[in-house]
């Protein structure tokens, strides 16, 4: 039972609400409190926290007698190679894969204002003229047909504007603002993980292609070598030192030296292809200026001393990982909001008249105004379905995370470990070339003067061919693992 107090206490009690403003404090921090707590709806984001030991595999990178390490944002340039560094500049401006991305980037900048403007009052402006002819034989014209001076034509005019407003009470709103602009920040690190790849990809090709246009080198000398050993083999022959199967060896030998060049061309050709579709070109459009065959540049220094924290705030990867992680944590809030009931404001304000003379007057002006609240309060279930897949996506984008980091070390051990191993093969692999050259002369000398057989040569010749192959092929290599090794610590972007 409510009892209304008379007018003169009323009057009192107000007026000493305001002579002592103290009394209605608690009520006032309760209500402060509440809305404070309700804007909260939902988990506050925490980014995990992933402790990484030092890279075993350092050491060993550090170990290394090179220059300085360069820039990690421009790690091409540290190579010295004008032609590399003419490549990455028209792929990280040409790439089409980089355009992809940065539509996608686009897109995500889009949804994120699309967020902003929901948690902002809209206002449409409806301007309307309309002409109308009223049907005699209609529900109001079989009425008032009848009526002295009725006009079944007339015309009407309405210039109004409606806003509306769903005032975010609860911060549902706000979390979906959040997890907006966290997907759209993911989506940008996502292009920059575009850049960092395709850079990689451009460098890795153009190391192909010269390691392949050195080995391609390496065979042409050899089948010119085996041309002149046939060619002596026969005049040998004709003199009677040689026989028949010393000219089948000969000939075999240099045939093993002409079939190799095919397989190396084919490779040839794939990787200039590669290389221009990554310039976004035609294929072939580039060939000519990278016709020329140059020796593969000398490896720069790379930064191994970098500690694993370096990797994790420089991985595109990681960093689109961390976003989407935090992500779903704001969609948790956005789907414990709907737990909440949701007040929205509606309102209009206008003029309307059936002449343009009398629109604009005080008669004809007219306004509407409206309160609504929803309130999914029979549909709780749903809701808890909702945010159970909410924090379900959550546990998947932490273990996601998680995973990522771990790959990202894996990928610099690996690159660390195969550009070292490699770099030692390379140095035992020039070794056992200066050895074999210099076997190979002495035998054909020894040959030329009736010491040893035939045989003797053709032996030196092949184990010189393998090894000068492999040489070229692992010094392509060894840049290649170079490249991976910046890759992998996040090179290729601007921090």
């Not at 820039?71 to 040409?94: A, C, M, N, Y």
């Not at 034989?137 to 007339?154: A, Q």
């Not at 979390?175 to 850079?199: C, K, S, W």
Request: hydrophobic letters at 40%; aromatic letters at 6%.
């Amino acid at each position: 039972m409510i009892t209304k107090l008379p007018s003169r206490e009323r009057d009192d009690a107000s007026l000493s609400a305001r002579r002592n403003p103290t009394r209605w404090r608690p009520l006032a921090a309760l209500s402060v409190a509440l809305m404070t707590s309700a804007c909260a709806v939902g988990p506050n984001y925490k980014k995990p926290n992933i402790q990484l030991t030092p890279f075993h595999s350092a050491a060993a990178v550090d170990a290394r007698q090179t220059a300085d390490a360069p820039h990690l944002d421009e790690w091409w340039k540290g190579f010295h190679d004008p032609e590399l560094v003419r490549i990455e500049e028209r792929v990280l401006t040409q790439n089409l894969d980089l355009v992809a991305a940065m539509g996608r980037v686009r897109q995500a900048r889009g949804a994120a204002e699309a967020a902003v403007a929901r948690m902002l009052p809209t206002l449409d402006f409806d301007p309307q003229a309309s002409a109308n002819r009223l049907s005699q034989e209609g529900l109001i014209g079989h009425v008032v047909r009848t009526i002295p001076g009725f006009n079944r034509d007339y015309r009407s005019y309405d210039v109004s504007g409606a806003a509306s407003w769903e005032i975010d009470i609860f911060g549902g709103l706000r979390r979906g603002h959040e997890a907006a602009r966290d997907e759209a920040q993911a989506a940008q690190m996502e292009q920059m993980g575009e850049r960092v790849t395709v850079a990689a990809d451009a460098a890795d090709s153009y190391f192909q292609i010269r390691g392949d246009q050195a080995r391609l080198s390496v065979a042409e000398k050899q089948i010119e070598v085996d041309t002149h050993l046939v060619e002596l083999v026969r005049q040998r022959r004709e003199r009677g030192i040689s026989n028949e199967r010393e000219l089948a060896q000969a000939e075999a030998l240099l045939q093993s030296a002409r079939q190799a060049v095919p397989l190396i061309r084919i490779a040839l050709e794939a990787q200039l292809n590669r290389l221009d579709v990554l310039m976004g070109v035609q294929p072939g459009t580039y060939a000519a200026e990278l016709g020329q065959p140059s020796d593969i540049p000398a490896i720069p220094a790379i930064g191994g001393n970098d500690k694993p924290a370096d990797m994790l705030r420089r991985r595109p990867d990681i960093l689109v990982a961390e976003r989407r992680l935090a992500a779903s944590n704001a969609r948790i809030g956005q789907a414990l909001g709907d737990y909440y009931p949701k007040l929205s404001l509606s309102g209009i304000l206008g003029f309307q008249s059936l002449t343009p003379e009398r629109l604009f007057t005080a008669p004809g002006f007219q306004a509407v105004g409206s309160g609504a609240l929803r309130w999914r309060i029979f549909d709780f279930g749903k809701i808890d379905a909702e945010v159970q897949q909410a924090r379900g996506a959550k546990a998947e984008a932490l273990a996601h995370y998680r995973l990522t980091v771990l790959h990202a070390a894996e990928d610099v051990e690996n690159a660390f470990t195969t550009l070292v191993q490699n770099e030692k093969r390379t140095e035992e692999l020039q070794a056992e070339v200066t050895y074999l050259t210099q076997a190979r002369d002495l035998s054909q000398q020894s040959f030329q003067a009736g010491v040893i057989p035939l045989t003797d040569v053709l032996d030196a010749d092949r184990q010189l061919l393998n090894s000068q192959d492999q040489l070229a092929l692992n010094r392509a290599n060894a840049a290649r693992a170079a490249v991976s090794s910046f890759r992998a610590l996040g090179g290729g972007w601007p921090a």
